[in-house]
């Protein structure tokens, strides 16, 4: 089944404790991308990657991390969590037709 | 920039009635646009995608269209249930590679 994965679904985590979300897609997309979700202010692109080394910034990047060795994964990195980013992440895969593919989700609280 | 806007914000409907959920967006230098379908706390599923070049597309009960020069979208949902519950996002892909959301329409269709 063509799908993108995410790992954890759900953290909760101090401030400052670097953590990494995990994402995965099979479709052998070259674009994908990190999005936050929060109430009011809709889904906000993070980073993006258009293909393997090859990354850049999207509209609220500060803060986050990523890297792309490989294809198929697009790790988040927060080094210093703090509680402003708190929120729902996505990661999403592009198809070569421009049809996004979304993950199901990284549900991230920091204390 | 680029600016999606929905309407309306929140729409409570009973079961079976047909529906209207309208997107407009500012510049028509888009790839595609696309529908989604997300339900409380979870990820986002695709529901339809139309190319630039296309007028329309049909999956089952949905239908939506689009209208590049006049910069306006419509999702049409047949036959309503209860299960359509959820929020419906619109998101216009941009030359420049970007994918634009809008706010959300949140739909609750009453049994």
């Known amino acids: 089944e063509a799908q993108v994965t995410q790992n954890p679904r759900y953290l909760i985590t101090v401030t400052g404790k670097k953590l990494t979300v995990t994402c995965s897609q099979n479709m052998n997309h070259e674009y994908m991308s990190w999005y936050r979700q929060d109430p009011g202010l809709g889904l906000r692109q993070i980073y993006y990657s258009m293909n393997v080394e090859v990354t850049d910034k999207g509209d609220v990047p500060e803060g986050y991390k990523v890297s792309r060795k490989e294809k198929r994964n697009f790790p988040l990195i927060l080094e210093s969590p703090s509680p402003n980013q708190t929120s729902l992440y996505f990661c999403?895969?592009?198809?070569?037709?421009?049809?996004?593919?979304f993950g199901p989700g990284t549900r991230l609280t920091v204390t | 920039k680029q600016e999606v806007t929905q309407i309306p914000a929140a729409l409570s409907v009973p079961e079976g009635e047909n529906l209207v959920l309208n997107c407009s967006f500012t510049?028509?230098?888009?790839?595609?646009l696309q529908w989604f379908r997300q339900d409380p706390g979870k990820g986002l599923t695709s529901l339809l995608l139309i190319q630039s070049s296309q007028r329309e597309q049909t999956s089952g009960r949905l239908n939506a269209s689009l209208d590049k020069s006049s910069g306006r979208s419509t999702l049409y949902i047949a036959a309503s249930q209860p299960g359509d519950s959820a929020t419906y996002l619109c998101a216009v892909l941009e030359y420049g590679n970007k994918l634009v959301f809008g706010a959300g329409t949140i739909l609750r269709v009453k049994s």
């Open positions: 999403a895969s592009r198809s070569f037709s421009y049809e996004q593919y």
């Open positions: 510049d028509s230098a888009i790839y595609n």
